[in-house]
């Protein structure tokens, strides 16, 4: 759903929030209990995804400021809490500038769109003495709920995301904020005399049962004073027949900092790729200095060219190869690679900019995983299969890594020189360029953080993953790892 439809639903249904809410009165008694103890009374509260304002309320804050998207919610609260203020806001684009003691996001993070977008925004609001107070509903509860929602014992909510608290944890602290505690509450949200205390209260507090609560909390708190180093910056484009997307990747990048550059790899196209890069060097000027690199000259391309005819084959030079020339040729202090297919948007580059030049990592890599997959962006097997070698990976470098081949990764220009050294100790082994760069980077130690993305569907052009044939690649890159890392 996008943020009209996501206002137009709370719109309809604001009228009756209340009678749910009564509907399931245990539930939000015992989350008014958890709050309580979390927030004391008497001070100043902004409740983010503030509904009607009862939770907000019930907490009796000295001032209390609620935020909501939905104009007709905003209305219910004021009618019922004229002492308390309410206004309509987005939680991604907060504006307000007052800060408050405590910040509460408690059960609308699953709305939010953009996480990362609606974390960075807190700093308008928090000091170093507030707290970010989050609640939010345990994954393993989804299909629970939505059969819940189906008879009727719940209000439908368009969830656009269920994140872990791995996820939470990492995109508060790209944000600038550390989590100072974390704890589960309520593994039977309905009231039965005796049972719901004893599974509630016995229960839900005993090591890994606890895992089974619906409930989880954290409250996190600004972790330092972010200092932003003004760094230029290389965004390198690996492209083969993607005529139809290099005006859309260059309309929706935005300009980030004052000395950026955008660098097309071209691996031989043959559908006007490299025309419609020409075509679009003066047109965008004034937005970005962008350049064209060819893997491959058309007078070397012309030595081959009969043995490819012959033998009816493509000619295969390989993201890799793409990467090492665009990586190379770059004049930035940070390198960032971006597919030219645009199913990462080009809009989150920012973030991976942001990442590196508030120091909070060494290498940025995308994740596909946190956030639910546009449909036909992904097939099911290979989402399984990229969670799989995920973990497995995790394991083998000694880092977390979500998502190994999600292609938009960044790094400074220093650590691809010290990568660099590694390619001697691992060999030539990788048409891609992920796994170089992750072993590389794992090698020298450096600090890898992972960026969730939104992954979309490819609307022009062909994929250029053959899956069979990677699937044993992938295998093949879990013993080169396991040789190298565990068994050196």
Not at 317 to 336: E, M, P, Q
Not at 368 to 388: C, H, Q, S
Not at 459 to 465: A, E, H, L, T
Request: with cysteine; proline share 4%; hydrophobic share 40%.
């Amino acid at each position: 759903m996008d943020k009209k439809e996501i206002i137009d639903y709370f719109n309809s249904v604001a009228c009756e929030r209340d009678k749910w809410s009564r509907r399931n009165s245990y539930y939000h008694e015992e989350l008014k209990k958890l709050i309580k103890f979390l927030i004391p009374q008497d001070t100043s509260v902004l409740d983010i995804g503030s509904s009607t304002g009862e939770l907000l309320n019930s907490l009796k804050p000295s001032r209390g400021v609620g935020i909501d998207l939905s104009d007709r919610m905003v209305e219910v609260a004021r009618s019922k809490f004229p002492h308390l203020e309410f206004l309509v806001q987005d939680a991604q684009n907060i504006q307000l500038q007052e800060k408050f003691d405590y910040v509460l996001v408690a059960g609308s993070l699953g709305l939010f769109n953009d996480v990362w977008k609606a974390f960075r925004g807190l700093k308008k609001v928090t000091n170093s003495k507030s707290r970010v107070v989050i609640t939010y509903y345990n994954g393993l509860w989804e299909p629970i709920l939505r059969i819940a929602e189906k008879f009727k014992l719940r209000m439908p909510v368009p969830y656009q995301n269920w994140l872990s608290c791995d996820d939470l944890v990492n995109l508060l602290y790209l944000n600038g904020y550390e989590v100072i505690k974390k704890g589960k509450r309520l593994i039977f949200p309905v009231k039965v005399p005796f049972i719901s205390w004893f599974l509630n209260k016995v229960i839900a507090n005993l090591p890994l049962l606890c895992n089974l609560c619906l409930i989880e909390y954290m409250v996190a708190k600004e972790s330092g004073e972010t200092k932003l180093q003004e760094m230029s910056c290389s965004v390198i484009v690996p492209c083969r027949n993607e005529a139809g997307n290099i005006n859309l990747l260059l309309s929706k990048l935005p300009v980030f900092n004052n000395n950026s550059e955008v660098i097309f790899v071209d691996g031989y196209s043959t559908d006007g790729t490299v025309e419609e890069i020409i075509a679009a060097i003066p047109e965008y000027r004034n937005k970005f200095n962008i350049r064209l690199l060819h893997q491959i000259t058309r007078e070397d391309f012309s030595k081959v060219k009969e043995n490819i005819i012959k033998e009816n084959k493509m000619l295969k030079l390989g993201k890799a190869d793409a990467v090492r020339k665009g990586f190379d040729a770059a004049k930035g202090d940070i390198l960032i690679i971006l597919d030219a297919d645009c199913t990462v948007p080009p809009e989150d580059i920012p973030k991976f900019y942001l990442t590196l030049a508030e120091s909070r990592g060494e290498f940025v890599n995308g994740t596909r995983l946190v956030y639910p997959l546009e449909k036909g962006a992904m097939r099911i097997f290979n989402l399984y299969a990229n969670d799989i070698f995920g973990r497995i990976f995790s394991w083998l470098l000694g880092q977390k890594i979500k998502d190994t081949l999600c292609g938009t990764k960044a790094l400074t220009k220093r650590a691809y020189e010290k990568i660099k050294e590694s390619r001697s100790y691992f060999g030539d082994f990788d048409p891609f360029g992920d796994f170089e760069l992750l072993f590389g980077a794992a090698k020298q130690s450096l600090k890898i953080v992972e960026l969730p993305v939104r992954y979309k569907p490819r609307v022009y052009g062909d994929i250029k993953i053959e899956r069979f044939r990677h699937g044993v690649l992938l295998l093949k890159m879990c013993f080169i790892a396991l040789r190298r890392f565990k068994l050196n």
